[in-house]
């Protein structure tokens, strides 16, 4: 069974950065194109940032130029580097793995001053 864990989320001001982590168990993490989604309050999940096999990339256009995705196959771990964050990006930030469809439990991520 696949474990999908989030960590690093938390209160920041606005201009702040957090960096998101996403251990994953269980899967071949290395062939699966993996995602990151964020849920508003009173909002559907929203696609962030995916990162494929390859290592190519793709973002939301909200979060073009501010937010970037990587991956360390040997940990089987993906990252989401928040850089410049606004009021808007709060939100609880969820993991996916689409080769096994599985979600992590998601992790809060508030920006307030």
């Known amino acids: 069974q696949v474990q999908l864990v989030e960590s690093g989320g938390g209160l920041v001001q606005p201009g702040g950065s957090l960096r998101l982590s996403c251990a994953a168990s269980?899967?071949?993490?290395?062939?699966?194109?993996m995602d990151w989604y964020r849920q508003a309050p009173g909002k559907q999940r929203e696609l962030v940032a995916l990162?494929?096999?390859?290592?190519?990339?793709n973002y939301a256009d909200s979060v073009k130029g501010r937010f970037t995705i990587s991956r360390d196959n040997a940990k089987s771990t993906v990252y989401l580097q928040m850089n410049s964050l606004k009021p808007e990006d709060t939100a609880v930030y969820y993991c996916?793995?689409?080769?096994?469809?599985?979600w992590g439990q998601g992790t809060q991520v508030t920006i307030s001053s």
């Open positions: 269980g899967s071949i993490f290395s062939i699966s194109t």
């Open positions: 996916h793995d689409r080769y096994t469809s599985s």
């Open positions: 990162i494929r096999s390859g290592g190519s990339t």
